[in-house]
């Protein structure tokens, strides 16, 4: 069947993935709307799910308040708009007449896009509604197009990239994520309430409160069993998304950029294309949803994710801001004794920077630290059998820098107005050109001239107290020119340099969305570097996003956020989950630790394929409540790994083995490091005990391999 077929008599697009359906149509009143989602459907079983047109059966509902694919502000509309307009005459609303359609499909047939043009029949203003399915994942992406074709200009209120509807259900649950500086990406699942749930980010940055995706399903689901619809935005600055449980029992949900009391100004001529809002419908239960995400994000989201993620050491842990040349090769040798493969340089290298006061947004080698620059540290590094890399903060200065004084205009402020100084630090405006171009400038020539692998770009404060007082609009522009040019400067670098890579961190993991993750290879995802804390912090995490792009630090301990002390075995398997890196200070480990901790990353090196490129499983239970798993399945089933952990063991607790999960029947497998072997019906059927060391925070890494 091909991805996008239309039927004659009903007029239904149907977008059809390799385990799904997506139907719609335009009704009498000329508007686009929701026909169903889910099952694989055939074009004659989605014509039988059209719903005649017919007039509301109270005039006190009108318009069903989900079912649109894009609800607009107008008529008989009562729920919340995905597009809100306001013209030059101070009116506002939309109604849709159709004005042309197309499908456009890639030359090998795997792709294809479907386009429904519709204009306002007042207003000069056009909207394009896209779509596009793709064979090899279930994942749809939606997104919408704005021109102002007038002479006057129009605000966008409101401008949502789309609206998803779920079929009727006897109940909703919905499933998110909330939490805070050092403690993100924190799982709630909870029952949907009627009316209108908010989730959002008003900080200018994906922010660590919130992220912006949602689950849903009815209420049964589990991790292995039932139906599960999510949505996820590819943008990387304020947002909003509001599900909406409606009295009639139906359920759906429209999200997009900004935030309220923002509007995108659009000038005569101008277009404003909205970020990507992916959905997905899969069975399996939350895992087969993670599944889906995962690979849909190492193939369509990353540019290098075949690639295999360096074991990196970062020296922010050990010394602070005390950073100078000799210390830093003095840590490069000891990390390269631990098999270290990529050596970054964090915080503290440039200009005055002594401290958080000052110093930020100089970005030259301090002389009286690195007399020669930068480059025979990265020699020495080279030297070492190590990949070099450096942390950077582009997108803010200090007041006390030679950066403000030569440019007080360029930060987010409006004269006469208090600001705010976060970490002691101001946010540059990016949505200026200039401000933009200056960037890409110091860090094209920084790459270049010191030979740098690796960025570690951070943003150590959300946006607050916002001013542009320049353009008509500014105020309201720079919310979105701000992610526009962010993504403009990483994307430009990353074209004049392909071997460069890129870490995406914001005072943690207060900037990971799809949009982001487009444009750089790893996401930092937490300062909160607990082994223990973690772990919860990981699972919420890898709900969308995969291991391949989560990296995670072995720090010292007593850790020096909770001041948790765990074996160091149990902080490597806890790190090990993810992309590997180690934290510590290494100039006061022991001849004994840096042992242990050589033969751990060996270890991790011989599985690390499993967990960046295969397929994830989360089992047992959740952290906390006993033995707590997640394993990971290569693509052809050869191999599988485990990493167990278990806090403090209860006497009498019942041992329960860990069923595992994506291993074919009837095949055998060898833990390569006991030598047992194992049916593969035994350890998905019956279970496989992970022999846990006794006593408090145990852990184990279990890789299994096929036996011939």
Known sequence: MPLITRSPDTGVWLLNTPRTSYALRIDESGAPCHVAWGPRLTPAEADTLVVPAGEPSDSFEGRPAVGEELPVDGGTRYGPPSLQVRYADGSRAFEWEPAGQRVEESARGDSAELVLSFRDRVFPLSVDLHYRVRSDTDVIERWTVLRNEGGHRVDLLRADSAAWTLPPLPDYRLSHVTGQWSAESRLRRERLPHGETVLTSRRGTTSHHANPWTMLDDGTATEDRGRVWSTALAWSGSWRI???????????????????????????????????????CADGGFGGASRAWHAYVRTHVLRHAEETAPVLYNSWEATGFDVDEAGQVTLAERAARLGVELYVVDDGWFGARRSDRAGLGDWTPAPDRFPRGLGPLSDAVRRLGMRFGVWVEPEMVNPDSDLYRAHPDWVLHLPGRARTELRNQLVLNFARRDVADWAYGWLDRLVAEHRVDFLKWDMNRAIGEAGWSGPEGGNDL?????????????????????????????????????????????????????????????????????ARVMSAWVTDVPNQLTGLSVPLRFRFHAAAAGLLGIGGDLARWSEAELAEGAALVARYKEVRHLVQHGEQYRIGEPYGEGVSAVQYVAADGAEALVLAFRGSPRHGSPRVPLRLRGLPPGLRYRDTGTGAVHHSTVLTEYGLDPELPSGDWASALIHLERVP
């Not at 359920?251 to 404003?272: I, N």
């Not at 990483?490 to 993750?517: F, K, N, Q, Y």
């Open 242 to 280: 509001t599900v909406q449980r409606t009295p009639d029992g139906r359920a759906g949900l429209t999200g997009g950029v900004g935030h309220e009391g923002t509007c995108v100004p659009l000038g005569p001529g101008e277009e404003f294309t909205t970020p990507v809002s992916a959905g997905l």
């Open 478 to 546: 720079l919310w979105t020119r701000y992610v526009h040019h962010l993504y403009g400067v990483l994307d430009r670098l990353r074209d004049a340099h392909p071997h460069l890579r890129i870490e995406t961190c914001s005072g943690g993991g207060g900037r990971v969305d799809l949009g982001i993750l487009a444009r750089t290879d790893q996401a930092w995802t937490s300062d909160n570097t607990d082994a223990v804390d973690r772990l919860g912090i990981q699972r919420g995490f890898g709900q969308i996003y995969p």
